[in-house]
């Protein structure tokens, strides 16, 4: 409650370095925002570092953050061989870390996820019913990043699962034009497969990747092909309403919320209690036919979709008084 005693190390403004491999596309915009809102809120301020997709550069980021001093530390992506030693100074100084989407195991760290095989499962197994078990699929992938070599490994034993679905082709790149480069690359696998029916899937496991392929479908005039992604954003959800639009299923969870858990999560560092070493929130399977005609955003997909959001995840008593105290 909001009479809770706030420890005295959150009890000032803190600061927080959230070291990012990339910050293009609405997932890790709306994921700014959300740690931006929750440091806000507890009267801190967080700076954000961006690597443009360079770990090194990430790397030296880190140390930065390490040398100015910072009480805490995010860390959105990334890998741990480009990190660990940058976090195992860090905790030896006592800044405490919280990771989202790496796969950094140092002890003392807690790292959060959202739960990717999940997220992949339950997007795949909707394009498996959809589909019947059997046809041609189109996979969009690409390795070095720790949630989509997360969901490879559920995409590789939905290919075991079902033997009557097979991949016809695969490509995929992530720059700071991923949705463009998807669509350019769908457009040469439909120049490759021009016959109707000859592709019925397509598996996007992010939404740049989703956003790119739908394009290409739409302008080519294969609206027979479905898409099934991953992520949402008020832009996704614009695409996945828009009529006859082949982007029919997303798995997510809100990223504004991921943000707001790891913030927490790192608060309740700082003041001193445990957390645990891993966290996973629980993503919901979004379906365009789940959805009302009207369109929808983000703020309201709750009211569509069951089991949508986790607000209050990592939420000790204190935070509410501290967020009182700072809201006047
Ligand atoms: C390149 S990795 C992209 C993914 O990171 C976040 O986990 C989002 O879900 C996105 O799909």
Redesign the pocket.
């Known amino acids: 409650g909001s009479d809770a005693e706030i420890p005295a190390a959150v009890d000032q403004p803190l600061k927080i370095a959230a070291i990012m491999e990339?910050s293009t596309?609405t997932?890790a915009s709306q994921y700014v925002s959300g740690l931006e809102a929750q440091v806000e809120k507890f009267g801190g301020e967080v700076q954000i570092y961006n690597a443009n997709n360079d770990l090194s550069q990430m790397a030296n980021h880190l140390q930065t953050a390490i040398n100015q001093g910072v009480d805490g530390i995010l860390i959105d992506?990334g890998r741990a061989e480009a990190l660990n030693q940058g976090v195992e100074e860090a905790l030896e100084k006592g800044i405490p870390v919280v990771t989202?989407?790496n796969d950094i195991t140092a002890e003392g760290v807690t790292a959060i996820?959202?739960d990717?095989y999940s997220?992949a499962w339950g997007t795949l197994k909707q394009l498996a019913q959809d589909i019947d078990g059997e046809g041609n699929i189109v996979y969009v992938w690409?390795g070095g990043?720790?949630?989509?070599e997360r969901r490879n490994v559920i995409y590789e034993a939905f290919l075991e699962h079902y033997p009557n679905i097979e991949e016809v082709a695969r490509f995929g790149s992530?720059s700071n034009n991923?949705a463009l480069d998807s669509q350019n690359q769908m457009e040469a696998v439909l120049k490759k497969y021009p016959e109707e029916g000859s592709i019925d899937a397509v598996f996007a496991?992010?939404?740049?990747f989703a956003k790119g392929v739908t394009r290409a479908i739409q302008q080519a005039g294969r609206d027979e092909i479905k898409v099934y992604g991953?992520?949402l954003s008020d832009e996704d959800l614009q695409i996945m309403q828009a009529e006859n639009s082949p982007w029919v299923t997303t798995a997510?969870t809100d990223?504004a919320e991921v943000a707001g858990v790891q913030v927490r999560f790192l608060y309740q560092k700082i003041a001193g209690e445990e957390t645990p070493s891993i966290y996973a929130l629980d993503p919901s399977v979004v379906n365009v036919s789940d959805l009302p005609d009207e369109p929808v955003t983000m703020a309201d997909v709750g009211q569509h979709i069951e089991g949508w959001g986790s607000p209050n995840v990592a939420r000790s008593p204190w935070m509410d008084a501290l967020e009182a105290k700072n809201a006047q």
Do not use: N, R
Request: no cysteine.
């Open positions: 990339f596309g997932f992506h989202f989407d996820s959202q990717d997220l690409a990043f720790t949630p989509l992530v991923t496991p992010y939404d740049e991953i992520d997510a990223p």
